[in-house]
Nanobody
């Protein structure tokens, strides 16, 4: 059974930084693409970032490009999202998700079949 547990969310001032972490259980974590999504208040869940199983490729939403960095540590079964220069519009519940096995970049919700419970990130002015 696959379980994903996010942590690291909280309240931060605009311009600040946060690092989200996602701990994954289950076998063969290193074989799967991983992604981060977010759901702002009153809006649909949207793609944020993804990373291939070997970490050789990453892909970001335009809204976070240059400010957020996704990474993973396959030895620890963890994926991270380093968020810098945070803006008020980054306020959302952030979700970690597991994508398909093998290579490839995936940025649609339907590509991901396991999700964490989410962690709240609130950016204040």
């Amino acid at each position: 059974q696959v379980q994903l547990v996010e942590s690291g969310g909280g309240l931060v001032q605009a311009g600040g930084s946060l690092r989200l972490s996602c701990a994954a259980s289950g076998r063969a974590f290193s074989s799967y693409a991983m992604g981060w999504f977010r759901q702002p208040p009153g809006k649909e869940r949207e793609f944020v970032a993804t990373i291939t199983w070997t970490s050789d490729n990453t892909y970001y939403a335009d809204s976070v490009k240059g400010r957020f960095t996704i990474s993973r540590d396959n030895a620890k079964n963890r994926v991270y999202l380093q968020m810098s220069s945070l803006k008020i519009e980054d306020t959302a519940v952030y979700y970690c998700a597991r994508g398909p096995a093998g290579g490839g970049i995936y940025y649609t919700r339907r590509s991901y079949n396991y999700w964490g419970q989410g962690t709240q990130v609130t950016v204040s002015s």
